[in-house]
């Protein structure tokens, strides 16, 4: 489990932001309001959330400087949000743990083991079954955690790539920042195209110690 820290205080958005209360409550946690803020007994993670345009953006605060932002359509961004990167936050400060929708799994690295708690991945496609994953995406992501230098402890990690005719384009991030090496991995695997443009995002929490 992620060390917890208690959260400073924090300005609230100059944009009107999204009621994250019942999405909380759906899971038996009871949340606090700081400004624009959710938290649990008011501590880190927390989150808040607001529309703009097209978007849905999720903003998410690790500690006092660590924070990182995911953006979704906004039409269906709330459920992606729920069954993607709130579903990883659950299982690791919140003690809800669904084995269905996030692995736990420890791998080593040169400087001590490290917890990886990975979210599903969550395809979009206009119509019919989803499209396969990869054979070795996984596998792909394990070897860039197990060999990145990684400063701190907690580091969230996303992932989103987009299939057409042409090929995939991805855009990974850690904490933020883009990762070509990573995303020039990801874009060679075997990504199928049967006609069907597609999406998929997926998100890691990585804790060191």
Not at 15 to 30: I, R, S
Not at 32 to 41: K, N, Q, V
Request: hydrophobic share 40%.
């Amino acid at each position: 489990m992620p060390d917890h820290a208690y959260l400073c205080d924090m300005t609230d958005l100059p944009v009107p932001h999204t009621d994250l209360t019942p999405l909380f409550q759906a899971f038996d946690l009871t949340p606090e309001r700081r400004g624009d803020w959710w938290m649990i007994d008011g501590l880190y993670p927390a989150i808040r959330a607001w529309f703009s345009g097209h978007l849905l953006y999720i903003e998410m605060a690790l500690a006092d400087d660590h924070s990182v932002t995911e953006l979704y359509p906004a039409n269906d961004g709330l459920v992606a949000f729920r069954d993607g990167m709130f579903a990883v936050l659950l299982s690791a400060f919140w003690n809800r743990h669904n084995p269905g929708m996030v692995t736990r799994q420890v791998i080593k690295r040169p400087d001590g083991p490290c917890q990886l708690f990975v979210g599903l991945y969550l395809r979009q496609v206009s119509e019919g079954e989803r499209p396969p994953v990869p054979y070795l995406l996984f596998e792909t992501i394990e070897a860039f955690v197990r060999e990145s230098p990684l400063e701190g402890n907690t580091h969230w990690l996303s992932s989103r790539v987009g299939v057409d005719e042409e090929g995939s384009v991805a855009d990974i991030r850690l904490d933020g920042a883009r990762q070509p090496a990573l995303e020039a991995a990801v874009q060679a695997l075997d990504w199928r195209h049967d006609g069907r443009d597609y999406t998929l995002r997926n998100t890691v929490l990585i804790v060191k110690g």
